[in-house]
C-alpha cells in the first residue's frame, strides 16, 4: 500500500516568508510525528498528533513554528518569517497506536527546507 | 517517562570485524524498543524491534540486538561489518501504553574503514 508521502521534496525560500509543508500519512494510523533533522545531526522531534487529543507540541522550537492536522489525516507544518537556521530535512511520520503494532513509526521522505 | 542514550556518536569498525552501537533506555513501563537506519541520502528503515517476545531479536541486513532489562540495554551488534553498513543508525523506545510517544537517540553513526 501507499506509504507516508510529504510535499514539497525540496523548497527553496528566502528568509522572512512563511512556508508550508505537506505530509499524508499511511491511511488509518492515529499517530503523525513531525521531526528535524539539519545536517549532521540527529531527529529532533517537533510535534506529536495523537488521534483527537491535544498535539504534542513540546519540541515547536518556536512560536514560528506551528502544525495542524484536519480530519485525523493529513498533517501542515508551518513556519512563519523563516530564519537561516530553519534549514533541515523536515520529516513525517505516522504509526498506528495500540493493538499489534507496538507503535512502529513510517517515515515518508522529507521536505528539504534551504532558507536563503 | 521514558529516555533513550546512545553511548557513542561516531562508531569505526573495520570490514569483516564485529559491530556494537550501545543504547541504554528508561521507561516506566514495558518497553518497544527499535532500531532504525538511515543510510545516506535515504530515508529512515526499520532494522528491527523488540515487542516482550524472544529478548534476542533478529532484524535485516544481519544485525541483532538483545534486550536486557537488568541492564536497561538494547545494543546493536553485527558479527561482520560490510562496507555498505555505513549508515546512521537511531536507537528508539516507546512503551505500550496508548498516549506515550516516541522517543529517538540522538544516532550513532558508524563507519567501515576498508
Known amino acids: 500500500g501507499a506509504g507516508v508521502s510529504q510535499s514539497p521534496s525540496n523548497k527553496v525560500t528566502e528568509k522572512g516568508k512563511d512556508v508550508e509543508l505537506r505530509c499524508d500519512p499511511i491511511s488509518g494510523h492515529t499517530a503523525l510525528y513531525w521531526y528535524r533533522q539539519s545536517l549532521g545531526q540527529g531527529l529532533e522531534f517537533l510535534i506529536y498528533f495523537q488521534g483527537n487529543s491535544a498535539p504534542d507540541k513540546s519540541g515547536l522550537p518556536s512560536d514560528r513554528f506551528s502544525a495542524e492536522r484536519t480530519g485525523g489525516s493529513v498533517s501542515t507544518l508551518t513556519i512563519q518569517r523563516t530564519q537561516q537556521e530553519d534549514s533541515a530535512v523536515y520529516l513525517c511520520?505516522?504509526?498506528?497506536?495500540?493493538?499489534?503494532?507496538?507503535?512502529?513509526?513510517?517515515f515518508g521522505p522529507g521536505t528539504r527546507l534551504t532558507v536563503l | 517517562a521514558q529516555s533513550v542514550t546512545q553511548l557513542d556518536s561516531h562508531v569505526s569498525v573495520s570490514e569483516g570485524t564485529p559491530v556494537l552501537l550501545r543504547c541504554n533506555y528508561s521507561s516506566s513501563y514495558s518497553p518497544s524498543l527499535f532500531w532504525y537506519v538511515q543510510h545516506p541520502n535515504k530515508g529512515l528503515q526499520l532494522l528491527l524491534k523488540?515487542?516482550?517476545?524472544?529478548?534476542l531479536v533478529k532484524g535485516i541486513n544481519g544485525f541483532e540486538a538483545e534486550f536486557k532489562k537488568s541492564e536497561t540495554s538494547f545494543h546493536l551488534t553485527k558479527p561482520s561489518a560490510h562496507m555498505s553498513d555505513a549508515a546512521e543508525y537511531f536507537c528508539v523506545v516507546s512503551d505500550v501504553n496508548r498516549d506515550d510517544k516516541i522517543i529517538f537517540g540522538k544516532g550513532t553513526r558508524l563507519h567501515i574503514l576498508p
Open positions: 523488540y515487542t516482550s517476545a524472544a529478548t
Open positions: 511520520a505516522s504509526s498506528l497506536v495500540g493493538g499489534r503494532s507496538y507503535n512502529e513509526q513510517f
